[in-house]
C-alpha cells in the first residue's frame, strides 16, 4: 500500500520558496475547532490541538484499515484574526485573537467516517474540545505566501511585507491569516522553525479593470 505525503504531492501548498508568490489553493477538506485567547495560555487552545491530533490520526488509520488508503497526516494549520485587526497587526494583542485550528483531510474522508471517528475518540480518549470538531470544506483561492523560518513571536515584519507585496501585485487581503506549521517548536529552536505564512487575496478591480 503506497503512503501519500500530501506535502510532497502538493508542493506548491507545503513547500514553498522562501520568497513571496501568488497560488490559487484549491477547495480542501479540513478537521477544524474554532477557539478565542492567547495560543501560549489559552487551555483551550491546547484542548483544541489535542483533539484535532486524536482525530486526524484515527481517520487515518480508519483510512488505512478500512478504505485502503494510507498517507502521512499533514501538519497543523491555523486561521488567525481579531475584532478589531490592531490586536493582531500592531498592539499584537494576543488574549483578544480569533482562531481556527485545523488539519487536511483527504477528500476521500466522507461525513461517516468523521462520525465514526469522533465516536471512537469519545470512547477512548473524549478530548475536552470533541463537540466543537468539524470537518469542513475551505475554499481560499487566490493567495500570497512565503516560507518563513524562525519565532512565532518575530513574524510581524513578514506579515506586513506580504501584505506589501500583494498591494504590489495590484491585490487586496480576501479572508483570514494563514499559517502551517512545518515545525515541533516542543523539539526545535526557535529560529529554525519552518511555518508558511498565507493571505488569501483578490485583484483591485480599479487596478485591473
Known amino acids: 500500500m503506497t503512503k501519500i505525503d500530501f506535502k510532497k504531492t502538493l508542493k506548491h501548498l507545503y513547500k514553498p520558496p522562501k520568497k513571496f508568490g501568488i497560488v490559487h489553493v484549491p477547495k480542501m477538506q479540513f478537521l477544524m475547532v474554532d477557539g478565542h485567547g492567547d495560543p501560549n495560555t489559552a487551555r483551550s487552545y491546547q484542548d483544541a490541538i489535542e483533539t484535532l491530533y486524536a482525530l486526524a490520526y484515527k481517520i487515518k488509520f480508519i483510512s488505512k484499515n478500512e478504505l485502503g488508503k494510507d498517507y502521512v497526516v499533514p501538519p497543523l494549520e491555523g486561521l488567525w484574526w481579531a475584532e478589531n485587526m490592531d490586536a493582531f497587526t500592531v498592539n499584537l494583542d494576543k488574549s483578544q485573537w480569533d482562531w481556527t485550528m485545523m488539519i487536511m483531510t483527504p477528500d476521500w474522508i466522507s461525513a461517516s467516517v468523521f462520525d465514526n471517528a469522533l465516536s471512537q475518540v469519545r470512547s477512548r480518549k473524549n478530548p475536552a474540545a470533541l463537540d466543537l470538531a468539524r470537518l ?29 507585496f500583494i498591494a504590489a501585485e495590484g491585490g487586496l487581503l480576501n479572508g483570514k491569516h494563514h499559517e502551517i506549521y512545518l515545525g515541533d517548536p516542543r523539539r526545535m529552536a526557535a529560529e529554525k522553525l519552518k511555518t508558511i ?11 485591473h479593470g
Request: net charge negative.
Open 136 to 164: 469542513e470544506t475551505y475554499d481560499e483561492g487566490l493567495s500570497a505566501q512565503i516560507m518563513y523560518l524562525g519565532a512565532y513571536a518575530d513574524e510581524g515584519p513578514t506579515i506586513r511585507a506580504l501584505h506589501q
Open 197 to 207: 505564512i498565507r493571505q488569501p487575496m483578490r485583484l483591485d478591480e480599479r487596478q
